[in-house]
Structure formats: structure tokens, C-alpha cells
């Protein structure tokens, strides 16, 4: 619905792949017949099903959202002023707010600037339900790549970069659900994953001679992604390898200290330390400012 009530004068295409299931989407997708493109078979999973999806896309600008994010209002205005403006750009992303369960936002995550590979490894992940893709951008990279299905749609958009930088714009377009069980929170193949985007960019024969890390920025991401996702699916996890790289800590770069140094804590001793103190030593994004947040839930009424 997020889609179907934007206030965009152009055509929008709205595809909807769904895997098969047994509730009652398909009755709710039966609804919208006459508005969406749409099937419900079983897929080979999350890069399946938004291939199959891309391949009746025809729109000049191409966005994937998954079932349980939605955008906020005025989205695809701002998505296309921003194009008008950074018509170099090969993609658009805007900002995101993130809900819990109980559709309380968690925080709130933008950036403002080009979108380098080097930015995407290093500064901000473009969240892909705010994220804007040129279809001739995409035609030219391709579609999503299975062996790395964990961090498919960052992998899309680290490719994207090296051919043409994205641009990230403040705006905030899209929420993000978050849920305790989602591949986000709880899969190991996360730190494998990215590292494998790496480095099959690197060795290939046209990402690698645009891009390339030095031998100090691999040091410091590969160690920052292996303790950070790790703590995302255990503290326990986390401790362990976190420990052994504290006696080299001075060696590394400060956001890779934060995350070893946050992993180290007992977590009956970040109970007693100030706030301020154990969020400086967690990764990630900004929490919620004290500026009105806008209606959410626009959408459903």
C-alpha cells in the first residue's frame, strides 16, 4: 500500500514475487489485481524470487522492497529530485527508520554525500528499501548474485559503485521492520559473505582495477565485520574472537577498537556504565533524535 498511495505523476510498475505462501497474501494480492503484476510459486530464495521479479521490470528507475518494509510518503518525489539534481548518479538512496514489534522506532539511519565502494565498506550501507537503482545501471552490472545471497543487495550496490557512483540523499524514505528472527539478526553467513563480495570484486577483471583495498583497510574490515556480525548473533560468539585481537587494539583503526572493545565488555559491567559510555563503544547507526518523527503509519489509514 506504501506504493500503490504515493503521490508520483508517473507510471510506477509494482511486481510482486512471492514465494509461495500459505496465508493469506495471496488473497490480499488477489485484491490488486488490476494495480500489480504479481505470482505466488516456490522459489530458490531471496535472490530468486527478485530476479525473477527484475526480469518483468520495464521502468527506467528500479527498486526492490521486501514484504514488511514500506516507504513513507512523498518517497519516489524526493527519489526522483534527486536524480534531477545528481543526474550523474547511478543510484539514489535516502534514509530509513527502523521499528521494532511494537512499531516503536529503534533508529534512524541517513548520510549525505556520493555512495563510493569505499563509502558502502566503510561509512553507509545503502538500505535497499530506500534505495533508487537506473535500469541502464543495472542492465550493466546485472541482476543479484546467488553466491552471495546473505549481502545480495549490497553487493548489487557495491557493484553499482564502481561503475558510477551513487548518491545518498537526507531525506528519509522508507521503514524498516525489524524481527528477532530475520536473517538479519541471526545468520552466520553474514561475515563470509561480505568478504567473499570483496574480494570476487577484487579479482575480477573490470572491479578490480577501479577499486582495491589496502592491505591496512582489509586488516580493519575483515575485523570489524567478523566481531560486529558475530555479536549480532551471540555476545558469546562475539567475546572470544573480540579477545583475541585486543592485544594488538592500538594497531587498529578507531571504529575497529569501538566494536573489539564493545565485544569484550561482561554484559553485567555495561550495566554499570554510563549510557553515553557503552553506545560509544557499539557500532552502527544513529538513535532516534528528538526531532517529530513523521506519520508511519500514513500507509494503513
Sequence with gaps: ????????????????????????????????????????????????????????????????????????????????????????????????????LDNQVTYANSFTGPITP?????????????????????????????????????????????????QSIPTMLAVYQLHPEQRTSTSPKWYPNLVKMVESCEADAVYGQRFHLTNVERRNLYAYWEVNWAGKIDAAIARPLAMRKLPRLLSYSPRTRRVILGATINPLIKKLLPGSMVKRLQPGVDSVSNAPLPDLDWWSK
Aim: net charge negative; charged share 25%; with cysteine.
Design 1 to 100: 500500500m506504501s506504493i500503490l498511495r504515493q503521490d508520483y505523476p508517473g507510471k510506477v510498475q509494482v511486481i510482486v514475487s512471492d514465494g509461495g505462501s500459505t496465508d493469506s497474501t495471496v488473497d490480499v494480492l488477489r485484491k490488486y489485481d488490476n494495480q500489480i503484476t504479481w505470482w505466488s510459486a516456490r522459489d530458490e530464495g531471496y535472490v530468486d524470487a527478485v530476479t525473477k521479479g527484475l526480469a518483468k521490470a520495464t521502468g527506467d528507475v528500479i527498486a526492490i522492497q521486501s514484504s514488511d518494509d514500506y516507504y513513507l510518503p512523498h518517497a519516489f518525489r524526493h527519489m526522483a529530485a534527486g536524480f534531477e539534481q545528481h543526474p550523474e548518479a547511478g543510484f539514489i538512496s535516502g534514509g530509513e527508520y527502523a521499528i521494532d
Design 118 to 166: 569505499h563509502s558502502i565498506l566503510f561509512q553507509f550501507i545503502p538500505p535497499q528499501h530506500a534505495t533508487f537503482v537506473r535500469r541502464d545501471m543495472l542492465d550493466r552490472v546485472g541482476a543479484m548474485r546467488r553466491e552471495v545471497d546473505m549481502c545480495a543487495d549490497i553487493d548489487l550496490w557495491y557493484r553499482l559503485a564502481h561503475h558510477s557512483a551513487g
